[in-house]
């Protein structure tokens, strides 16, 4: 089993930055690529980042693509989700998620086998 535990949402006015951090726990040697998802309000789950090895191998959502980066430090089993250039439509409740080794693309829903329980963004202009 891993645990997952996302931190560093809050409010920010549009045009600012926030960092939000994934601490990874349990049976990391379990997780397969990892990645952030968002679900505003009325609105579905959606893949925001994801990486896919030790590497660091990453792709993005073209809705954040150039603002938004996505790391992990492999000592701390820790993922991060750096955003710049916020905007009002980034508003959304953010997941951290992974999916076991085979488990497919962690870019869809259907195929996360463990969440975080959430950290909320407000950008507000």
């Known amino acids: 089993q891993v645990q997952l535990v996302e931190s560093g949402g809050g409010s920010v006015q549009a045009g600012g930055s926030l960092r939000l951090s994934c601490a990874a726990s349990g049976s990391t040697s379990s997780v397969g690529c990892m990645g952030w998802f968002r679900q505003a309000p009325g609105k579905e789950r959606e893949g925001v980042a994801q990486?896919?090895?030790?590497?660091?191998?990453?792709a993005y959502a073209d809705s954040v693509k150039g603002r938004f980066t996505i790391s992990q430090d492999n000592a701390k089993n820790t993922l991060y989700l750096q955003m710049n250039s916020l905007k009002p439509e980034d508003t959304a409740m953010y997941y951290c998620?992974?999916?076991?080794?085979?488990?497919?693309?962690?870019?869809?829903?259907?195929?996360?086998?463990?969440w975080g329980q959430g950290t909320q963004v407000t950008v507000f202009s």
């Open positions: 990486i896919y090895d030790r590497e660091g191998t990453s």
């Open positions: 998620a992974a999916v076991r080794p085979g488990g497919g693309t962690c870019r869809e829903p259907g195929n996360i086998k463990y």
